[in-house]
């Protein structure tokens, strides 16, 4: 199916600018941010930073093709939360490259099943198809 044949649900517009050391806002005013290289990268920190943006809106998305798929397979649980870790590593001289941890954090559902849903969930999360045979995602879950 081309983007064409496919019904846009939902546009998000954001505007950078001064790249890592600038602003991030959104079109509806919602988002206004400014960005701070962190410590670990050279900067000052005292600010979010690309990969936190990446890690905070992966791991919103995949929590809820998560719970759509508990939903749809009938498979109960008290509660889940999952964390991003997003980390961007330096392979040569201006090549960088990012990767991602995914751990969901389960009340009262046994961890192989909980990775089972895990794995279910990347298969069908938006954020997944898109960085899928482009960035290592590694998946866990207790």
């Known amino acids: 199916m081309t983007t064409q044949e496919m019904k846009k649900l939902y546009t998000a517009t954001a505007t950078a600018h001064g790249g890592r050391q600038g602003h991030v806002h959104s079109s509806d005013g919602v988002l206004e941010l400014d960005l701070k290289v962190p410590p670990e990268m050279g900067g000052q920190g005292r600010g979010t930073n690309p990969e936190q943006l990446f890690a905070a809106g ?52 046994p961890q192989p099943e909980a990775l089972e849903l895990m794995r279910a969930a990347h298969e069908v999360c938006p954020y997944s198809k898109a960085t899928r045979g482009n960035i290592e995602v590694k998946l866990s879950a207790d």
């Open 58 to 109: 992966y791991a919103a998305c995949f929590e809820s093709a998560l719970r759509h798929i508990a939903g749809a397979r009938k498979i109960l649980f008290k509660d889940v939360s999952i964390t991003a870790a997003v980390s961007i590593s330096l392979r040569s001289l201006g090549n960088y490259n990012l990767s991602v941890e995914l751990h969901g954090k389960f009340e009262e559902l």
